[in-house]
């Protein structure tokens, strides 16, 4: 297909056929990668400008766009609300609006308020990628994660994928579903109930409150991270009691099947979500989420910017 | 529900033809008479028209993922249909190049539902780099067809060996463009070194191989030296290279511009021999589209390839069957059953109870070629104002009309 779309704001909007192409065209980037072919001296994007609004903290996001950014010979701006003029008062579509007056091609912005890279769009002739917004979506990291599952010769026909963990406040989740979905996926939502929201019961969704349940027939397993600050909300006394009820260990482990693979967006927290030996097993795939991350943005830069 | 009236049903077991009706309905042929009458079924004069089982074209470039600016699945599918055929295997030659899973799965998944069979090879070794075997077996898994890198042969002979060795073990077929990369490819040697290295390692080593596109004479002495001693190898010939000399080039500039690249007279007409001698197993197409600002460079720079999807059966009809060279059996088993068995598809005789996928031939239509027309996105032919006579009348797939009369519906 050619490419039509202007911005990346989410995978509920998305088309089979535009997740695919994504993935091809990240596997073009990861060969090069592979074969360390792409150096910081790319061409291929030079001349182009990005910034990175992180109005929220981020490590692993911003420095996987930064570096698919600078992979293709793009100029890169960083953008830190914390030391920015956004804490002198200025709103942030003035902060857009502003931005936008210095002529770059794509911003990334990462926001806690849902929608914001929407409303972003209304204020800059830029493409816009949203890096996540609030607990709405956070495509580039489904995106990156349907393509693991992909490079590993899953069939997305029929394939059950485990989320497991608090969906109701996760973007991931909520962008792996919609992804999963298009691609004829099964999803089984694992958490305790109050984490777990209503309106995701649908065809092809399935609820379970007990991870044991899923373990010996799913294909993946994803393990959110526990946000320690939410522990109080869905009574969970502590993360000792959160890895016995929900986190992966050894036992559970040798539950799935051979061919299971165990992902998990990072940052890990050990002992809690996953046990500490599991992380490096041969059924994690959790490193090669990170190095796919920088492919998928270099794939999606490249798409916005030259079809 | 269709009843085929008064077809000619090409018997290609037998090389007989009969004159029937043929009742479809549920994707089964369930009847074949004379005199069918059925008030539900939708009636198609067949008067003088060829009946055969499917046509499978197992050599095309549909270029998606990567190069849909030049055709796509979808367009690719389209040309096929208007061409006749019930089924292509598609090259494994894209952006990214279909070495993993990943990138098989998603063009299945595409061509999902597009009236006729769409069929994936696999690259042979990882990026088509002629260094590292792929993972077969997962790409068996997933539904590679066979496995080949194609336009970038392979030229270490250990490699060669491994993998032949393998296809034995692991029963895929690997189809193989002859070159010899250290010549010119207008070096007729550049390929007939490479078919005598493949035979010799095929017969010491064993495998299923498959020789692409074959153009050159001494090639065909080879390959017919080796069938006369059993050695279990298959090949296909285009219809460019079987109609076209060299001299083409001066007519049609980089329009004629393919690889391998078109040969002396002597070599035509050994491949024509050749190809009613049953040393050649199957027409394929190399359908390899490109566009018009592609081609409309100087001849050194232009890329390699021509378009053959929606002229192959017109271009074999009129200078085989009507020059008395091949009968329609002999046709019917260049353009079905050899290529079908070659990799490892049905194509089921027309006989009742069989699945209803066909091609319809009608071989005295006299039509000009027109890329205008064309269903492909692409229109690099050099056959632009042929005048040929036969051609594709209908496409029966899994029981549904998928063209009639040139449309693809």
Same mark, same amino acid.
């Given at each position: 297909?050619?490419?039509?779309?202007?911005?990346?704001?989410?995978?509920?909007?998305?088309?089979?056929?535009?997740?695919?192409?994504?993935?091809?065209?990240?596997?073009?980037?990861?060969?090069?990668?592979?074969?360390?072919?792409?150096?910081?001296?790319?061409?291929?994007?030079?001349?182009?400008?990005?910034?990175?609004?992180?109005?929220?903290?981020?490590?692993?996001?911003?420095?996987?766009?930064?570096?698919?950014?600078?992979?293709?010979?793009?100029?890169?701006?960083?953008?830190?609300?914390?030391?920015?003029?956004?804490?002198?008062?200025?709103?942030?579509?003035?902060?857009?609006?502003?931005?936008?007056?210095?002529?770059?091609?794509?911003?990334?912005?990462?926001?806690?308020?849902?929608?914001?890279?929407?409303?972003?769009?209304?204020?800059?002739?830029?493409?816009?990628?949203?890096?996540?917004?609030?607990?709405?979506?956070?495509?580039?990291?489904?995106?990156?994660?349907?393509?693991?599952?992909?490079?590993?010769?899953?069939?997305?026909?029929?394939?059950?994928?485990?989320?497991?963990?608090?969906?109701?406040?996760?973007?991931?989740?909520?962008?792996?579903?919609?992804?999963?979905?298009?691609?004829?996926?099964?999803?089984?939502?694992?958490?305790?109930?109050?984490?777990?929201?209503?309106?995701?019961?649908?065809?092809?969704?399935?609820?379970?409150?007990?991870?044991?349940?899923?373990?010996?027939?799913?294909?993946?397993?994803?393990?959110?991270?526990?946000?320690?600050?939410?522990?109080?909300?869905?009574?969970?006394?502590?993360?000792?009691?959160?890895?016995?009820?929900?986190?992966?260990?050894?036992?559970?482990?040798?539950?799935?099947?051979?061919?299971?693979?165990?992902?998990?967006?990072?940052?890990?927290?050990?002992?809690?979500?996953?046990?500490?030996?599991?992380?490096?097993?041969?059924?994690?795939?959790?490193?090669?989420?990170?190095?796919?991350?920088?492919?998928?943005?270099?794939?999606?830069?490249?798409?916005?910017?030259?079809? | 529900?269709?009843?085929?009236?008064? !077809?000619?049903?090409?018997?290609?077991?037998?090389?007989?033809?009969?004159?029937?009706?043929?009742?479809?309905?549920?994707?089964?042929?369930?009847?074949?008479?004379?005199?069918?009458?059925?008030?539900?079924?939708?009636?198609?004069?067949?008067?003088?028209?060829?009946?055969?089982?499917?046509?499978?074209?197992?050599?095309?470039?549909?270029?998606?993922?990567?190069?849909?600016?030049?055709?796509?699945?979808?367009?690719?599918?389209?040309?096929?249909?208007?061409?006749?055929?019930? !089924?292509?295997?598609?090259?494994?030659?894209?952006?990214?190049?279909?070495?993993?899973?990943?990138?098989?799965?998603?063009?299945?998944?595409?061509?999902?539902?597009?009236?006729?069979?769409?069929?994936?090879?696999?690259?042979?070794?990882?990026?088509?780099?002629? /260094?590292?075997?792929?993972?077969?077996?997962?790409?068996? /898994?997933?539904?590679?067809?066979?496995?080949?890198?194609?336009?970038?042969?392979?030229?270490?002979?250990?490699?060669?060996?491994?993998?032949?060795?393998?296809?034995?073990?692991?029963?895929?077929?690997?189809?193989?463009?002859?070159?010899?990369?250290?010549?010119?490819?207008?070096?007729?040697?550049?390929?007939?070194?490479?078919?005598?290295?493949?035979?010799?390692?095929?017969?010491?080593?064993?495998?299923?191989?498959?020789?692409?596109?074959?153009?050159?004479?001494?090639?065909?002495?080879?390959?017919?030296?080796?069938?006369?001693?059993?050695?279990?190898?298959?090949?296909?010939?285009?219809?460019?290279?079987?109609?076209?000399?060299?001299?083409?080039?001066?007519?049609?500039?980089?329009?004629?511009?393919?690889?391998?690249?078109?040969?002396?007279?002597?070599?035509?007409?050994?491949?024509?021999?050749?190809?009613?001698?049953?040393?050649?197993?199957?027409?394929?197409?190399?359908?390899?589209?490109?566009?018009?600002?592609?081609?409309?460079?100087?001849? /050194?720079?232009?890329?390699?390839?021509?378009?053959?999807?929606?002229?192959?059966?017109?271009?074999?009809?009129?200078?085989?069957?009507?020059?008395?060279?091949?009968?329609?059996?002999?046709?019917?088993?260049?353009?079905?059953?050899?290529?079908?068995?070659?990799?490892?598809?049905?194509?089921? !005789?027309?006989?009742?109870?069989?699945?209803?996928?066909?091609?319809?031939?009608?071989?005295?239509?006299?039509?000009?070629?027109?890329?205008?027309?064309?269903?492909?996105?692409?229109?690099?032919?050099?056959?632009?104002?042929? /005048?040929?006579?036969?051609?594709?009348?209908?496409?029966?797939?899994?029981?549904?009309?998928?063209?009639?009369?040139?449309?693809?519906?």
């Amino acid at each position: 297909m050619s490419w039509k779309r202007k911005h990346i704001l989410g995978l509920e909007e998305m088309t089979a056929d535009e997740i695919y192409t994504i993935l091809e065209k990240s596997k073009i980037y990861l060969d090069q990668i592979e074969r360390k072919e792409t150096g910081s001296n790319s061409e291929e994007l030079k001349g182009y400008n990005a910034v990175n609004l992180f109005f929220e903290h981020s490590t692993r996001t911003r420095m996987s766009f930064e570096l698919a950014q600078k992979r293709l010979g793009m100029e890169v701006l960083n953008f830190h609300a914390v030391t920015s003029s956004v804490s002198k008062g200025e709103t942030f579509i003035d902060t857009i609006e502003t931005v936008s007056a210095m002529d770059l091609d794509v911003m990334v912005i990462r926001h806690v308020k849902p929608g914001t890279p929407e409303l972003a769009t209304k204020h800059t002739t830029a493409s816009v990628i949203n890096g996540g917004d609030g607990s709405r979506e956070h495509p580039t990291q489904a995106l990156l994660d349907l393509m693991t599952m992909w490079l590993k010769g899953k069939d997305f026909a029929g394939l059950k994928v485990a989320i497991v963990g608090d969906i109701l406040h996760s973007r991931v989740a909520r962008s792996e579903i919609f992804g999963l979905e298009k691609l004829g996926a099964e999803v089984i939502l694992v958490g305790p109930p109050p984490l777990i929201p209503g309106d995701l019961s649908r065809k092809g969704i399935e609820i379970s409150h007990d991870i044991d349940e899923v373990l010996d027939y799913v294909d993946v397993l994803y393990l959110l991270r526990i946000q320690r600050e939410r522990m109080a909300e869905v009574f969970i006394p502590d993360e000792e009691e959160y890895f016995r009820t929900y986190g992966l260990d050894r036992k559970r482990l040798d539950k799935t099947k051979d061919s299971c693979l165990v992902m998990h967006p990072g940052p890990v927290n050990r002992g809690v979500e996953i046990a500490v030996d599991i992380v490096n097993d041969k059924k994690s795939v959790i490193l090669e989420q990170v190095r796919n991350g920088v492919a998928v943005r270099m794939a999606l830069l490249s798409l916005l910017l030259k079809g | 529900m269709i009843i085929l009236k008064e !077809a000619t049903i090409v018997d290609l077991a037998e090389g007989k033809e009969f004159t029937g009706d043929i009742l479809i309905a549920e994707g089964i042929i369930q009847k074949i008479g004379s005199g069918l009458v059925d008030n539900q079924a939708e009636v198609i004069d067949c008067r003088g028209k060829h009946v055969f089982p499917g046509f499978v074209d197992m050599h095309v470039h549909l270029r998606q993922p990567g190069q849909e600016h030049k055709e796509n699945i979808e367009t690719g599918l389209k040309a096929a249909a208007a061409g006749g055929f019930t !089924a292509v295997c598609a090259m494994a030659n894209t952006n990214p190049p279909v070495d993993n899973p990943g990138v098989l799965r998603s063009n299945l998944e595409r061509a999902r539902g597009k009236g006729i069979d769409y069929y994936q090879i696999a690259a042979a070794t990882v990026g088509q780099k002629g /260094k590292k075997i792929v993972p077969v077996e997962e790409l068996q /898994k997933a539904g590679a067809v066979a496995f080949s890198d194609d336009g970038f042969p392979i030229q270490d002979k250990g490699l060669m060996t491994e993998i032949l060795s393998l296809s034995k073990e692991l029963g895929f077929t690997l189809i193989e463009h002859c070159e010899d990369c250290s010549l010119a490819p207008t070096d007729p040697l550049s390929e007939v070194r490479m078919v005598e290295r493949n035979l010799n390692l095929l017969a010491g080593y064993g495998g299923n191989l498959h020789l692409a596109h074959v153009s050159c004479g001494d090639s065909l002495r080879l390959i017919k030296e080796a069938l006369g001693s059993n050695l279990d190898v298959t090949c296909e010939v285009t219809p460019h290279h079987l109609v076209l000399t060299q001299e083409a080039v001066k007519k049609y500039g980089t329009l004629a511009k393919v690889n391998p690249p078109l040969r002396r007279v002597e070599d035509v007409e050994a491949l024509q021999e050749a190809l009613c001698e049953k040393v050649i197993h199957c027409i394929a197409t190399d359908h390899a589209p490109h566009t018009r600002e592609e081609k409309n460079v100087s001849y /050194k720079r232009a890329p390699v390839g021509i378009m053959g999807l929606e002229t192959a059966v017109g271009i074999l009809w009129d200078f085989f069957f009507h020059r008395g060279l091949l009968k329609s059996h002999e046709l019917g088993r260049l353009f079905s059953q050899n290529p079908a068995r070659i990799m490892g598809l049905a194509r089921p !005789a027309i006989k009742e109870g069989n699945p209803a996928v066909m091609s319809v031939i009608d071989a005295e239509k006299e039509w000009t070629v027109n890329p205008e027309t064309f269903y492909s996105r692409s229109q690099n032919t050099p056959f632009t104002g042929w /005048k040929l006579r036969g051609a594709p009348f209908l496409v029966v797939h899994a029981g549904n009309k998928i063209m009639e009369d040139g449309r693809v519906l």
